[in-house]
C-alpha cells in the first residue's frame, strides 16, 4: 500500500467515524426524546388511574355512608354521626372517613374505615389511626373506642386478622353493608 493509498484510507476512515459518530448522537437524541415522551404518557396514564381509583373510593364511600349510619344508630345508638372528619392536634393529623358517637350512659365512640379492596396496609393504618385518636380527640378519650373497616372485597386471611384484633367488619351484600362482629370486642 502506498502512502498516497493509506492517506486515502485514514481520510475515508475518519469521514467514515464522523459519519457514525453523528448517527450515534441522533439516535441518542431520538431516543431520549422518546423517552421524554413516554414519561410524560406514563405520569398522564398514572394520573388518569389515580383518578378513576379516586373515584372508585368515592364511590365506595357513597355506597358505605347511609349504611353505616344505620348500623351505628340502630345497633350502637351512636347520636353523633360526621363523615370525612379532619383534625389536628400539636402536629398530629387524623383523617377519618367516619366518626361517630354517643355522651351520657353509652359514652362510645366508632371510628369507621371505608375501603375498596382491604389490604395489610389499611389494617396497619386503621391501628395507627385508633392509637392516634386520643392525642388528636382529647376531648373523645374518655369515650370507649371501636372500629370498624367498611370493605367491598377482602381476603378471608386479612378478615380473620382484622376480627381478631378486636375490629368490627362492614362487608358489602345486597347494595348493604352487614356488620362482623369481632371474635372479642377491642375497646381501643
Known sequence: MTDTELKELVASLAISQAET???FKETKELIDKIAKENKKENKE????????????????????FP?????????????????RVKAERDGKKLELDVLAYTNGKVNTAFIVEVKSHARQEDLQQLLKIVETFPKVFP?????KLYAILAVVDISDNLKEKLLKKGIYLAMIHDEHFKLQVPFSRTVF
Do not use: C, H, P, W
Open 21 to 23: 459518530s453523528n448517527q
Open 45 to 64: 396514564l398514572r394520573q388518569q388511574i389515580g383518578g378513576l381509583g379516586n373515584k372508585f373510593g368515592s364511590f365506595t364511600e357513597g355506597m358505605a
Open 67 to 83: 349504611s353505616m349510619t344505620k348500623v351505628l344508630r340502630k345497633q350502637f345508638n351512636m347520636e353523633i354521626i360526621a363523615t
Open 139 to 143: 376531648e373523645r378519650a374518655d369515650k
